[in-house]
């Protein structure tokens, strides 16, 4: 069993931020299993790097359609992108200025963060788009 396994009531019927969503799933998983095995330590920073990188790239392509779409959410969604975006921020400046940086915290953060995001937030969007497609 996974330490978060994608559920299809998470679609938002956006067929590519879904796949972005279930990389980013992936991703905590794979940081979840190198912790399973002692791993974690030496994994986190690269996951945070991945993932930093990998989210503000997510965020950039679903800002982009939520502004075409002229979804009326979409300054709060920014606001929220900008929270994730500073965490995850001073989770990397911990990890490379050598301060210890638990896998596990983060891994929870994510997990926490990613799911509800998806579920009060995303799922808005996806649901409004769907009915005026």
Same mark, same amino acid.
């Given at each position: 069993?996974?330490?978060?396994?994608?559920?299809?009531?998470?679609?938002?019927?956006?067929?590519?931020?879904?796949?972005?969503? *279930?990389?980013?799933?992936?991703?905590?998983?794979?940081?979840?299993?190198?912790?399973?095995?002692?791993?974690?330590?030496?994994?986190?920073?690269?996951?945070?790097? =991945?993932?930093?990188?990998?989210?503000?790239?997510?965020?950039? *392509?679903?800002?982009?359609?939520?502004?075409?779409?002229? =979804?009326?959410?979409?300054?709060?969604?920014?606001?929220?992108?900008?929270?994730?975006?500073? *965490?995850?921020?001073?989770?990397?400046?911990?990890?490379?200025?050598?301060?210890?940086?638990?896998?596990?915290?983060?891994?929870?953060?994510?997990?926490?963060?990613?799911?509800?995001?998806?579920?009060?937030?995303?799922?808005?969007?996806?649901?409004?788009? *769907?009915?005026?497609?």
């Amino acid at each position: 069993m996974s330490f978060l396994d994608w559920r299809a009531d998470w679609e938002t019927g956006q067929g590519e931020m879904d796949r972005q969503h *279930q990389r980013l799933v992936h991703l905590i998983n794979d940081l979840h299993d190198a912790m399973k095995v002692g791993q974690g330590a030496a994994r986190v920073g690269t996951v945070l790097h =991945w993932l930093q990188d990998y989210t503000e790239t997510h965020f950039q *392509q679903e800002e982009a359609m939520l502004r075409s779409r002229k =979804w009326p959410g979409l300054d709060r969604h920014l606001i929220l992108h900008h929270e994730l975006l500073d *965490q995850l921020g001073r989770y990397v400046r911990d990890h490379d200025a050598g301060n210890h940086v638990s896998s596990l915290d983060i891994s929870d953060f994510l997990r926490d963060w990613l799911v509800s995001h998806i579920l009060q937030e995303d799922k808005q969007y996806g649901a409004a788009f *769907q009915r005026t497609a």
